[in-house]
């Protein structure tokens, strides 16, 4: 089969790209740097031209209302494509628990993202996957100060990007769900012990303060960013730190 995977060049595409390529298949990466632009639309006609399948793996620059406007965008332009290309099979990739925290601007964008594929007319699945275990760092530059880190409790299920690409290459090769496959890291910590994991191991010498206010998370109720019945990836965030 043919894939189209735009934003194939990121994290999660490049290896995408590789896994499918590796299994047999014919996927192209497309993204801005090879001229396909998913807000303008430039590019995105050829680059599904004499697809099978789309795979959507592109992302708003910002976490905050603006990636409304991002995904509603580009999905509208990408459905647009696809039918005009006879796409049989639209991929994205969002988040475990995405339509539980309306309270974070950019779940309510990715769950409006959900929201127009399933509403379009392509057949179509979303894989659901937990936080990447390579975003930590980012998530204790959040709220770093000093010699502190602030972090709340909230319950996160790290999985390696290299198995969410590994899902999303396998549900893409599939027939469409038209619905949602969950996948998860394989254990549960409290998001601020992960920080203290994480900064142990790389020898850094700050304190962790458990803090229910702080950061993105904060804003997450329970659990809802876990789920131990989804498909369990194999990688432990330990063994992956080494």
């Known amino acids: 089969m043919k894939f189209a995977v735009i934003g194939g060049t990121g994290l999660i595409g490049s290896q995408v790209v590789k896994d499918l390529n590796a299994a047999g298949h014919e996927a192209v990466p497309h993204s801005q740097s090879t001229g396909v632009d ?36 580009s999905m509208d332009n990408l459905l647009a494509a696809g039918r005009k290309g006879g796409i049989r099979h639209f991929v994205i990739l969002s988040i475990v628990g ?19 594929l399933t509403a379009g007319p392509v057949p179509y699945s979303i894989v659901r996957a937990t936080q990447f275990m390579e975003f930590m760092d980012a998530v204790l530059s959040w709220t770093a100060d000093g010699d502190t880190v602030r972090l709340p409790a909230t319950p996160i299920q790290p ?6 690409a590994k899902a999303v290459a396998e549900v893409a090769a599939g027939a469409p769900l038209n619905g949602i496959h969950n996948v998860a890291g394989p254990e549960v910590f409290p998001l601020d012990e992960l920080g203290r994991i994480t900064l ?20 997450v109720k329970g659990d809802v960013l876990t789920d131990m019945d989804a498909h369990l990836a194999p990688t432990h965030y330990t063994d992956w730190l080494s």
Do not use: C, W
């Not at 995405?98 to 127009?116: C, F, G, M, N, S």
């Not at 700050?206 to 229910?212: G, S």
């Open 159 to 164: 999985i390696a990007s290299e198995d969410v």
């Open 98 to 116: 995405v339509d539980q925290v309306p309270e974070l601007d950019y779940y309510r964008a990715k769950a409006l993202q959900e929201d127009i």
């Open 38 to 73: 998913v807000i303008s639309g430039q590019g995105l006609n050829e680059a599904v031209a004499g697809a099978d399948v789309l795979v959507n793996l592109t992302n708003s620059p910002t976490f905050d209302e603006a990636s409304l406007t991002f995904f509603q965008t």
């Open 200 to 219: 142990s191991h790389k020898g850094d010498n700050r304190t962790v303060v458990t803090d229910p206010a702080a950061g993105m998370f904060a804003a």
